[in-house]
């Protein structure tokens, strides 16, 4: 059998033996986290929180068909998704290693048939380094729950494949329908997570390599420069560039112009389609492959991104789940953009003790009044003096106890500014020491519990002295340090073989690791464990475990002298890395006969009064019961008020709405008065001669617009702050019901 047929079947062996173990161990039904969230949105194609993944959604729905009226199986289908998902991943990464493989055993260019040790050696090396990824800790656990991250990492293992498939037909006339493919997967990648657009300068790096005889420094760091900009491009100028551009339009032509609404968002879309015939015209006209190419690349960007118009669709529709209202261009704008959750300070910016000296008012919000956009409220944001900002601010938040918990890792006070030296201290430490490396290891080395905080479980570990809690845990794994070594001997193999695929996949690790900790610029304190972040750098690392397998047969040139049983050695040596991520990981990956996360939906629902209202705070205690109405219509008459998004009007306009069995909730104030821009803050200033208001006279004053509660608006708002005419509002009609 030929080298490219056993190459074929090898690979959908191992896609079919991950998706089976993924099966096996998957969640039967919702988990906690987003994942119920997710579920719920998926079978009824409704808008999660931003910025969605609407591809995901579709694919979700049209697994949950298979459901055939059984409730009870749509979770377990959804969940399906991202186990087939991963299987894929597995898939395209063997194939990626054996061409890597096959480069670094025959030469840069194979041209002949490899022969009997080296087909070994080549499948080998991409079957360890596919299951050491497949039965890798963090990768597993995105695999068995229907969360994004299974199929961003697919993205990402489809089109590093997709462009080494180039690179070997670069030569052919029609070798750039390769590129237009990965132009096409990464606009479908933005419809599930952007984690995928990372890899686009390792991708710029392979062009740069092939398409360049004398590669040089400078042509490196011009390669570098171009990449970057075109993942900028995608990321501030595509994504919501696009459809802030839109926006301006629509607001132009229906304010200024006096045309009816989404008359501006037409006309953009006539000028922008123009444009874009003008381009291929013009590439056309003067023979320009590389414009043509790109401009074809652009628009399959474009095409693939094409899956975020099922957000502002449905939400038209005024779902049951329809977080931020993104029903038209401008809200859909503020949805892409993350605005609800705030920001970061990056390269640039204050430290926790910095005062405000000033605020000024950003962008603005709009709503429809009569025929035009009205102004509703201005983001406001805060001013800083020079001397309080820094390069690298790592030591940013000031929310309460958030202090104390930098004081764990870098010796600062609070009432002194952090230096340089101790922002770099607490990104080395905590940052990329906690919150990457330790992850890293957790999946290479091993890991100690699946206690929040763990740490990793070094071979020497014993378990003298631990409580019983976490000397049985199923999550204590150890993995003898051996994936780690390994794929350490294949970095330093391939640097030695091939030293430009190495930058590659160095860049490749990089930027979906380090960089992310940097642009993540995570506090002190985090919910939950954040791994799933960086699969796409575990990933990278799996590459070089596989091509392990090619350097530990060439230490063993010096031990052994008959090639067959060095390379019989190799491959029982490599193998046996997966083999004990396997044993070892089983039995906390298992999650078939979990049901926690549904079974206290059910009961929480089933506790309440009839036609309750039931106020929840945040993920763990929301989302499942969505998922129990959504999906198994459990309790349908509740209706579930979640804290979180009662500062929101969008939250407020839908508790006024029917859902399902559940009556409109008859709020006291009408939308006038609780809108955003409007009563977003009220101060309280006390008054000798009022001892006390009772809270229904007040809301009164609030709907009169009464001098004696006027409001403060250019306040900056965060977006867990409760606006007290919400809560105020609900409880007033809580007590009313009662």
Known sequence: MNFQRMNNLLGWLLFASALTVYILTLEPTASFWDTSEFIASAHHLLVPHPPGAPLFLLLGRVFSLFSFGDATLVAGLINGVSALSSAFTVLFLFWTITLLARKLVQGQAPSTEPVAGEKVLILGAGAV?????AFSDSFWFNAVEAEVYAMSTLCTAFVVWAMLKWEARAHEPHSDRWLILIAYAVGLSIGVHLLNLLALPALGFIYYFRRSANPTWQGGLLTLVVSGAIL??????????????????????????????????????????TLIGFGFRYAARTRNQVMNTAMLAFVFILIGYSSYLIVPIRSSFNPTIDENKPDDVLSFVSYLKREQYGDRPLLYGPQFDAQPIAQIEGAPRYE??????????????????????????RLYSNRPGHISEYQKWVNVQEDAKPTMAQNLSFLLRYQLGHMYWRYFLWNFVGRESDVQQAGTLWPTATKDGLPQLLADNKARNNFLLLPLLLGGLGLVYQVRRDGRKALVLGLLFGLTGVAIVLYLNQPPIEPRERDYTFVGSFYAFAIWIGLGVLGLHQVLRYLLRTPNLRVATAMVGGLLVPGIMAVEGWNDHDRSGRYSAADSAHNLLNSCAPNAILITFADNDTFPLWYAQEVEGVRRDVRIAVLQYLPTDWHIGQLRRQSYDSAPVALTLPQTSYQSGTNDYLPYVANPAVPAVNVQ???QLVRQNSPCCKSRRKVARSYCRIRPTSFICLLTRIKSSA
Request: glycine residues 12%; hydrophobic residues 55%; proline residues 5%.
């Open 368 to 393: 429809r009044q009569g025929d035009k956009y009205v102004v509703l409220e201005r983001r406001i944001e805060n001013v800083y003096a020079a001397e309080d900002k820094t390069l690298l601010p």
């Open 697 to 699: 006279e007040f809301m």
């Open 129 to 133: 380094g596919a299951l050491a990824f």
């Open 232 to 273: 900028g491009g995608i990321l501030v100028g595509v994504i919501p560039g696009l459809p802030s551009l839109a926006g301006d339009f629509e607001v132009f032509f229906v304010n200024s112009v006096g045309l009816p609404f989404n008359s501006g968002l037409l006309i953009f879309l006539a000028v922008f389609a």
